[in-house]
């Protein structure tokens, strides 16, 4: 059996079209790849499970390692992260007791449409725009003398030959719908653009501190520099930093900004109230409110679009699919009395919108229809 007809198979399974026959087979190859879905409970602690996984997997990588079959290893993972993706869904579906999905529901998404990618316009100071995705690797534009490079991995960067002497100017990085970009800004901070947001900042910093405004989502490591704070103003609101990992998510169409923090420190603030984050917190700030409340963050979850992951943990329709309609530039339209039931589970970013919307409905309380580029959500 080649891969492909294991993956294809595997799908079959999860759709409960898989014979008794099948399901042998399957489990056969599975363990070619040292795969057993057995020693995962049928229900159970989410986090218990999660430590499970990953347990799993260290094991699996290292038998590899050590049998040396680096075709294996590549191949093996492809199946694991595959394997682990369904295998999550169906453990946290079935423990919230969601129904099973009908072979009619799987009917009704015709039309298939492509996962987002690198995308991203750069607006130079002087307004002109540069499309990045298609631009060529190396020298972009020389600002004074600031170089702008788009590296090999994809990436921009900014180079000066003479810091000091550089004209100040600023810079607007763009993704659309669909489309996320990575930066590094010139003082070595690096910058993670989610779809559907912005980023304005100088093409070099300088004065008593470095700061930039954001739109949409962002997630930063920033440089340390303990004589220059770092400081990120969004929709409203201020983050400010010496050194250290964070998310800040301020869409306008969400009903909260957040900010939540990885490793190092923050203070953020609004006009009328501030609060200081801890690693593992994450600050939460209602619409039309200046109350901030600070919670425990569930960091596998808020980084989960930087890793390439759509995880949802009791997490609403409407706002997941506020998601989908970033990531696979669609617009999303509902029937008239849906209920907002809440989902859990994982799934990679860079499969078809047909995938994402076939787990959700395996859950048999909602159903989806595509057509162009248009999501109708259905009961």
């Known amino acids: 059996m080649t891969t492909q007809e294991y993956i294809e198979l595997y799908e079959k399974l999860c759709a409960g079209k898989c014979t008794s026959e099948e399901k042998d087979l399957l489990d056969q190859y599975s363990k070619q790849f040292l795969i057993n879905e057995q020693w995962l409970p049928a229900m159970g602690d989410e986090v218990e499970v999660e430590a499970r996984i990953r347990e799993r997997i260290n094991q699996s990588i290292h038998q590899l390692k050590v049998r040396k079959l680096r075709t294996a290893w590549w191949t093996a993972a492809a199946v ?34 492509a996962p987002g990618g690198t ?76 779809a559907e947001s912005s980023i304005t900042y100088p093409t070099r910093f300088s004065g008593k501190n470095r700061k930039v405004s954001i739109t949409g989502e962002a997630y930063f490591e920033v440089a340390k520099n303990p004589k220059m704070p770092f400081i990120v103003l969004a929709n409203g609101t201020e983050t400010q930093v010496l050194g250290t ?16 923090l990885l490793e190092g420190s923050i203070n953020f603030r609004t006009p009328h109230s501030e609060v200081h984050l801890n690693p593992g917190q994450q600050a939460v700030l209602p619409e039309f409110s200046d109350r901030i ?41 509902y029937d008239a009395g849906l209920k907002n039931l809440s989902y859990g589970g994982s799934i990679s ?23 162009e580029r248009r999501v109708i959500v259905m009961k």
């Not at 995938?355 to 057509?371: A, I, N, P, Y």
Request: charged residues 20%.
């Open 245 to 260: 990992h964070f998310d800040i998510m301020a869409y306008q169409d969400e009903p909260f900004i957040k900010a939540t």
């Open 293 to 333: 409340s600070v919670q425990d963050a569930n960091m596998e979850v808020a980084l989960s679009w930087k890793n390439g992951y759509f995880i949802f943990q009791d997490e609403d329709l409407h706002s997941i699919m506020r998601k989908v309609a970033r990531w696979y530039d669609v617009e999303v339209v």
């Open 349 to 371: 970013q860079y499969k078809n919108i047909s995938d994402l919307l076939k787990v959700l409905q395996s859950t048999g309380t909602v159903h989806f229809k595509v057509e």
């Open 80 to 113: 694991i992260l595959l394997g682990i993706s369904t295998v999550v869904w169906r453990i946290l579906n079935s423990a919230i007791k969601h129904p099973q999905i009908s072979v009619a529901s799987h009917q009704v998404i015709k039309h298939d449409i």
């Open 119 to 194: 995308k991203a316009v750069l607006t130079l100071a002087n307004g002109v725009k540069v499309i990045l995705d298609s631009a060529k690797n190396g020298l972009i534009t020389t600002q004074g003398n600031i170089k702008i490079m788009k590296l090999a991995n994809g990436q921009l960067a900014y180079r000066s030959t003479n810091a000091d002497s550089a004209a100040v100017t600023n810079n607007t990085m763009t993704t659309p719908k669909g489309g996320k970009y990575d930066l590094t800004l010139s003082d070595g901070t690096k910058v993670f653009l989610n």
